[in-house]
Structures are given as C-alpha cells and as structure tokens.
C-alpha cells in the first residue's frame, strides 16, 4: 500500500506547501492553500509531472537512437497546418478556449477525419452524454463505427478502457472533468486535475497515441487549473472567435512539434467548422470600396499575412469628454493613433466620438495595422475615402513618422494576390525593397500626414446608405 501524506496545495499555481499559509509563497496569492491528501508515489514509479516511467541510464548524445516518428495526416488543413504538419504519435496537444467556441466539435470532426484511417479513436466525454455527443456527430453526418464514445470522469476506468481498446487517438473533454479515486481532492481541483493529465499523458507516451485535451478557461481567459499543465503538454492550441461572428482562429502557443504563432482559420457552419482557406478574401468580402471610413491593413498572424478591414466613424459628441469605442484593436493603442492624429496630422478630434472596429470579429495586436487605423478615422472625419485599390501597412510613432515593419514581402504578395494595385509603406522600408511583387505599385512616406495625402482620395464620399 502506498503512503499518503497531507499538503496545502494552491490552487492557482499548483504549488504544495507543507504547511498552511495564508499567502502563496510561489505565486503570491492569498487564501489559495487547500488542504489536500496525497498519495506517496510507489518506490521506482514517478509521481507528478514527470513523463518517461521506469529507471532511465543516462545515454551519450550519439547512442540516443532518432525518434523517427511519422506524423499522422491530418486531411483538415488548417488543422494540420497549425500542429505543425500532422500529429505527432504520442504527442499531447491541450485544447483550450472560451465556452461555445467550438472545441468539441473540432475535436469530433478530427476524430472522423482520422477513424477512416484504420483503427478506432476514442472520444471520453466527461460533460456531455453520449448522445448529445451522438447528436453532435448526426449534426455533422459523422456516422464512422470507429469512433467509441466514453461517457465517463473516472480516470481508473478510462485508463482500463484506453489499454483494453488501444486507440489511434483519444480525446478528453475536458481534463477539469475526470477525477482519480487515489486523489482525495475533489474533481476539477488542481491536484486532480494535474495529476489525472499526467497519468493520462504517461499512457500516451507508452501506448504512442496521440492525446487531446479539452482545458477550461477561466473568466480572465487562461487555461483553467494548474499552470503546469501547460508546462506537461507538448502543445498548447487556443481556439478564439467572438461569440456573434462566424470566424474562428485556432492559434498554436506553444508547439514542440512545430512553430508556435500559427494560426488556423474556420467558419462556424451549420455543419460544424469549415475551413477558411483564404482568409483575406472572407473578411474583405463584404467591403464597400468607397465609403468613407474604411481602410485595409495587412496584418500578420504568425507567419501568415492576412488583410483586414478596419472601420472607424467618427461623430459629433454629446459628451463633455468623447468617447473612444475599440473593436478587435487595442484600446490604449487607439487613444495613441487618435492623439497622434489630431497633433501631428491636423485632424481634429477633441469633440468627436471615433468607434473602430475589426471586421470579421478579428483581433489586431499589430502595431504594424496602426496607419491602415489612422487612415480609416481620418477618412470618416473629412469624409473622404480611401483609395479601394490602396492597402496599407505602418507602425505609427509619437512624432507622427511612420516606423517600419517586419516580413514585407510576405505582407506584400497576400495584397498583390488579393488583387490590390498599391500598398502604402513607410518610406525607410519602401526604399530598401528589392523585388516587389509584379503589378503592385509601391507608395513611401515618411509621416502620418504625407500617408493620408496619398491615401485619402479627393472629394467626398459616395453615400452608399441608399
Ligand atoms: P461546441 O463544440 O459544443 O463548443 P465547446 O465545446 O467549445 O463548448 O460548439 C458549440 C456551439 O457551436 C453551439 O453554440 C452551436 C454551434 N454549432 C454550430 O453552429 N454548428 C455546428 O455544426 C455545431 C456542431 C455547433
Ligand atoms: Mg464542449
């Protein structure tokens, strides 16, 4: 029988104390010490985090043999583009990200997308029963006799059925939902929740089949539990959207197996998610070319540049201090672009209300989208639009200069293919480019107020209301 002993484990950090505190010596939290019961790991079996079981010699770095492993396919390409190019067995991705967001139904539709390839992929439920899981899967017409569903939290349980079925994968939804008898914590604490993942992953490595994750976020949108979960895992993938739009980006943050930054795009169909594979051309499509207040801006998302239309509207306030409404653009990054305006470039907006807004639901943390945002409020303020062949691209400085930004090139050929005749760059970049893309004219300028020269074209706006 293994011994047990007692621990005050945080339950924001996962750190074990041996004795209560009232603040976290690790992470600094108050009142997060909950007492807990731990079982002592049997002599020659590791407890916790650690992955490899059984007693390892130390090997010189030419005997270690190379892990050839293959990836399996994945047929959803947005999918396999963001796991870095298929899975890797024995890998554990932890999936991650708002309620609703469609994170079983990705993992379902990846659970049919591999069932055809030989062998059965389990899918353990620990939220929904097995036949809302059924109705899922109708909803999506994913009927493959390969795919066992486990309506079940017990981790003892799920452990046995993994080794009875031997799986080609499996999934979890969620890891807050399974629970260990061994463990005297209840369900969805950290201590569960660490080490039910840490079993579950050790199983993994051994049978080498490849494990997902479902983890909840909390309300502050991190992955909720201990934050050596994520430590665990081999990748870590978030799946973000806003709740009204249709858009979803599945975004690696962390990726042994690839390059993080990635990002993977889907639409939230009534089938399930469909992949977006060209995402410029989905959130431009309803763009109209020249109302006032509209500007495109290339942006990147991780290695791969996406335009984005950026509205703004600017009105008369009736407030003695104007409002700054910020949609899918950082709001102190507005107050900036708004003060350099109205400082640097003339534009008067002491006794406006300026809304932006990302379309499509799209968030922009790129200071590179800064002027396509500054040309898109000063279009709304004298009425004048911006050019519909013109794309932007430009970090915006205090002193009113452009500043210049990475990967143009990349930037440039996702405008030239989305058929934009101009992009507007910061002049320093403008001159050192050495092969713009054919067809593509290349406009330079050094400050604010030249770029909105070339960029807002002369006359008013067409009224497009009627
Ligand atoms: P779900 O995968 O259950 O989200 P999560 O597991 O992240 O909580 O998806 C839930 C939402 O997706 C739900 O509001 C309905 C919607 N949905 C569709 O629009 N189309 C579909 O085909 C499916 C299955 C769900
Ligand atoms: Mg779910």
Known sequence: ?????????????????????????????????????????APGRMGGAAIAGGAAAPLALPDIPADGYERIPVPIGELSRVLGGGIVPG?????????GIGKSTLLIQLCAALADGGGPVLYVSGEESASQIKLRAERLGIVSANILVLADTHLESIVAHIEKTQPRMVVVDSVQSIYSDAIASGAGSVTQVRD?????????????????????????????????????????????????????????????????????????????????????????????????????????????????????????????????????????????????????????LADQDVFVNV?????????????????????????????????????????????????????LNEAAKLGFTRVLVPKGVARKLEHPPAGLEILGARTLREALEIALVAGDAADESG
């Not at 390059?259 to 309803?286: D, H, I, Q, Y």
């Not at 943390?365 to 911006?386: G, K, Y």
Request: proline content about 5%; glycine content about 8%.
């Open 1 to 41: 029988m293994s011994k047990t002993k007692t621990r005050y484990v945080c339950q924001t950090c996962g750190s074990a104390q041996p004795k209560w505190q009232g603040k976290c010596p690790d992470c600094g939290e108050w009142n997060t010490l909950v007492e807990t019961v731990i079982q002592e790991p």
């Open 91 to 99: 890998s554990v991705v932890l999936i991650s990200g708002d309620p």
């Open 196 to 348: 039910c993942s840490a079993q579950l992953l050790r199983l993994a490595k051994v049978q080498t089949f490849p494990l997902f994750l479902v983890g909840h976020v909390t309300k502050e949108g991190a992955i909720a539990g201990p934050r050596v979960l994520e430590h665990m895992v081999d990748t870590v993938l978030y799946l973000e959207g806003e709740r009204f739009h249709s858009f979803r980006l599945l975004r690696s943050v962390k990726n042994r197996f690839g390059s993080t930054n990635e990002v993977g795009v889907f639409e939230m169909a009534e089938r399930g998610l469909v992949e977006v594979k060209n995402p410029s051309e989905a959130f431009l499509a309803e763009r109209l070319p020249n109302a006032a207040g509209s500007a495109i801006a290339v942006t990147m998302e991780g290695t791969r540049p996406i335009l984005v239309e950026v509205q703004a509207l600017t009105s008369a306030t009736a407030f003695a201090q104007p409002r700054r409404t910020a949609n899918g653009v950082d709001f102190n990054r507005l107050l900036l672009i708004t003060a350099v305006l109205s400082k640097r470039a003339r534009i008067r």
């Open 359 to 411: 379309v499509g639901g799209l968030e922009v943390e790129e200071p590179a989208a800064d002027l396509a945002i500054a040309a898109a409020i000063a279009s709304s303020v004298r009425n004048r639009p911006v050019a519909a062949d013109l794309a932007l691209v430009g970090e915006i400085g205090l002193s009113g200069e452009l500043r210049s930004v990475g990967q143009l090139p990349r930037r």
